[in-house]
Nanobody
Framework: QVRLVESGGGLVQAGGSLRLSCAAS????????MGWYRQAPGKQRELVAS???????NYVNSVKGRFTISRDNAKNMVYLQMNSLKPEDTAVYYC????????????????WGQGILVTVSS
């Protein structure tokens, strides 16, 4: 099956930076979109940033200008560079991949990583 593994989280002071990485492995035909979501304590999971196979990106307003998403299609990896971190960025961050496990028959892919904690201290 498909497995997503995140890395790069941790504790950082406000104003600092972290870079998250996510590697997808297993039976994958193609990955259309990769993204990062986060869930803070007591809040719903939200989309932070996403990127298509063609490189089109989308960000939640609260991270625009501070976070940058990128991907390596050949390695099935996605990254999230987080700069100027704020305490409100504290959350568990999840990697997501959407695409296809197989083309014949059509078998969609919608896989999640286990989540990685990012803590920003004030």
């Amino acid at each position: 099956q498909v497995r997503l593994v995140e890395s790069g989280g941790g504790l950082v002071q406000a104003g600092g930076s972290l870079r998250l990485s996510c590697a997808a492995s297993g039976r994958i035909f193609s990955i259309d979109a990769m993204g990062w979501y986060r869930q803070a304590p007591g809040k719903q999971r939200e989309l932070v940033a996403s990127i298509t196979s063609g490189g089109s990106t989308n960000y939640v307003n609260s991270v625009k200008g501070r976070f940058t998403i990128s991907r390596d299609n050949a390695k099935n990896m996605v990254y999230l560079q987080m700069n100027s971190l704020k305490p409100e960025d504290t959350a568990v961050y999840y990697c997501n991949s959407k695409g296809w496990i197989s083309a014949s028959p059509l078998n969609p892919l919608d896989a999640w990583g286990q989540g990685i904690l990012v803590t920003v201290s004030s």
